[in-house]
Every structure is written in C-alpha cells, then in structure tokens.
C-alpha cells in the first residue's frame, strides 16, 4: 500500500511516499522533501502563525509533484492519505487537511487524520534497528514533553507531562533571553558547547517530585534572573557568561528529563527507551540517556537528526501502520476537521 504523508502543522511543510509493502521501515520510504520556514520567521523572532500557513499553501504542490518524481510514481498509484490533523497551529492543519481531501476526493482514496505526537513517536521504526512494542516513550519538542508507556500502533498511555513550559519552549525562551538568534534551540545548545555547564547554580523543577511530570518555567525564570544581575541584555554581552549560563541551563534540563525518563523506565519495567521530538536531536541529552539506560541495562532508541525535525515521512509512517492495523476505511463525506489542542492517548 502506497501511503502519503502530508504534514503542516507548523513551520515545516512535509511530503513523503511510504510503501507498507516492503518489509523493512528503514527501506519503505520511498522518497521525501521537506522545506523549512526557519528564515523567513527569523526576522521575527518565532513563528508567524499566518505567513505559516499562507507558505504551506505555496509549497504543497511543488512538494508532491517533487516527490512523486523522485520515487518515479503517479498520483494515481497512491492508495492513501495520512495527514497531520493536530495539534498545531490551526491555520497551518487547515492548510494541510483542505490539501489531502481535496486530493483524496479527486484520486477516489481515503484520508486518515494522524496525530503530530504519534508521528515523532513511531519515527524511531523507521531506523535500520528499530525498537520493538513495548516500550516507554520520551516525547519532547517546543510544545510538549511527555512520558507515555506504549504498548502497540494507537496504545499509548500518560505516565507524565509537563505542567507549564515545555523543555522546547524553555530552550527557545532562554535563547531569547540571551539575545540568541532564531530558532533559539540549536542556538543555545551550539553556545552552551563553549561553556562551563558548572558556573551557575540552576534549580532542577520537581527532580524528587515523586511523580514523572515535568515544570520548566521555574528554570527559565530562574535563568532570567541570573541573566538580569549578571547584566545580560543584549547579543553585545560577555560571550564567556552567555555561553555558562547556556551550558548550566542545559544541564538542568537534561538532568532532570534524564532522572524522569529512569524513574519511568523503572516503575514501568520496560528496558527500551524510545526518544521522540526536536530536543531529541540534542547531543548532551543524547549522550546522558545513552548512558543512564547503558547503566539499567537497558536500550535507548532515537530517531535520526533528519526525523527529530516535523516531516511527512513519520506521518506517511503512522499512516501506513495505523492502516495495516484497521484496513482501508470507507471514503466517507467531505466534511473533516483539525484538533490545534489534542491529547495523546489511549483511544
């Protein structure tokens, strides 16, 4: 079954062809194009939710019609759509969702709504090592982090989330402060490696909380008030205190998503770790799970860097596993909708 992906629910506009037929995940992606909106945003600091969803609009055809090429297929060999249905930025998944039914009623085919989550937590099947069900999964981008205990395609229970600012956000807000440029993220993470992850003493939030969910307003607060005494304004200051601070706001974060995921590896029994998201690409978070879970005895899964970033190629992914699963759904009528707020979990 020829499944494609369609993904919008942001800043990154992503086509992929998956072909369920071939046995290997790592071998079934055909092909995928994908075009970031980082450079038009950066003049504003962050996203601009309607130039967003008005450059979906410009891209999605040129997209489709690129990867059709690249996988030497016609629109007519396509036997279903997977689209991002939420949660997002609404405009961005209306974009998206008009585009896949629209060419589904066309090319007579089913359009099946995907979750964005579920995409960035599968995307690690995609690997040439890819992790077998059961597993705990760590779920952490700009809008989310969270712990899910995850039994099966669609089983996917809450074991812990953040309460307030997610480990993304927090990254993205703390590069703000430090006047780095957009996207804050791999900014910061690229400042922290000429840092001295030990020069500030940053609180850890609900490290020995009990539980498994997460706060990091506290340590971005926290960060603003050392940065405010330290006289840090702007770009033009000391280069040697902005690249601590990022180093020891890092580590924070780190040690305390580390502690969690262990404690959730821990009381779950599992002994496979799966990481999903854009702060998964994050080379000392990487490095520390690889670590803790050799230390369990236990395993540790990520995605590769180019999957850590939204794609359609992990929504093609979920798409073709949730159709082996239930089948071909009937066409149905034109209506659908989108979900910008939308729970992971169990159906």
């Not at 960035?120 to 981008?141: G, I, Y």
Request: charged content about 20%; hydrophobic content about 45%; some cysteine.
């Amino acid at each position: 079954m020829l499944v494609l992906g369609i993904e919008t629910s942001c800043d990154e506009t992503g086509i992929a062809l998956y072909d369920s037929a071939i046995p290997a995940p790592s071998r079934a992606l055909l092909a995928q194009r994908l075009h970031t909106q980082a450079a038009m945003h950066e003049a504003y600091g962050g996203v601009v939710p309607e130039l967003a969803s008005r450059d979906h609009i410009r891209r999605l055809l040129p997209l489709l019609e690129g990867v059709l090429a690249d996988a030497r297929r016609s629109r007519d060999d396509i036997d279903a759509i997977a689209v991002t249905e939420g949660p997002g930025l609404v405009g961005a998944l209306l974009v998206g969702a008009t585009f896949a039914h629209a060419l589904g009623f066309a090319l007579k085919i089913p359009v099946i709504g995907i979750h964005h989550l579920e995409g960035h937590l599968l995307s690690p099947l995609m690997s040439d090592d890819p992790p077998a069900f059961p597993f705990v999964a760590l779920l952490v981008s700009g809008g989310h982090t969270q712990l899910m205990q995850v039994t099966g395609v669609g089983r996917y229970a809450m074991l812990g989330e953040t309460v307030d600012d997610a480990a993304g956000e927090a990254f993205d807000k703390t590069a703000k402060l430090l006047g780095l440029p957009y996207p804050g993220g791999p900014s910061l993470a690229r400042l922290a490696e000429s840092g001295d992850e030990r020069a500030f003493a940053l609180p850890r939030p609900m490290l020995h909380s009990g539980d498994l969910d997460f706060s990091f307003s506290g340590l971005k607060t926290a960060v603003a008030t050392v940065a405010r005494d330290a006289g840090i304004a702007t770009a033009a200051s000391d280069d040697r205190v902005r690249a601590d601070l990022a180093a020891s706001f890092q580590r924070a974060a780190v040690d305390v998503l580390v502690a969690k995921s262990m404690a959730a590896l821990k009381g779950s029994g599992s002994k496979r770790l799966v990481v999903a998201g854009g702060v998964g690409a994050n080379r000392l978070l990487r490095s520390e799970l690889a670590a803790a879970v050799l230390k369990r005895g236990a395993t540790v899964h990520f995605p590769a860097l180019e999957w850590c970033t939204d794609n359609g190629a992990m929504i093609a992914l979920a798409g073709a596993l949730r159709l082996e699963r239930d089948g071909l759904p009937e066409r149905g009528d034109l209506a659908f909708d989108v979900a910008p707020r939308w729970s992971l979990g169990n159906e």
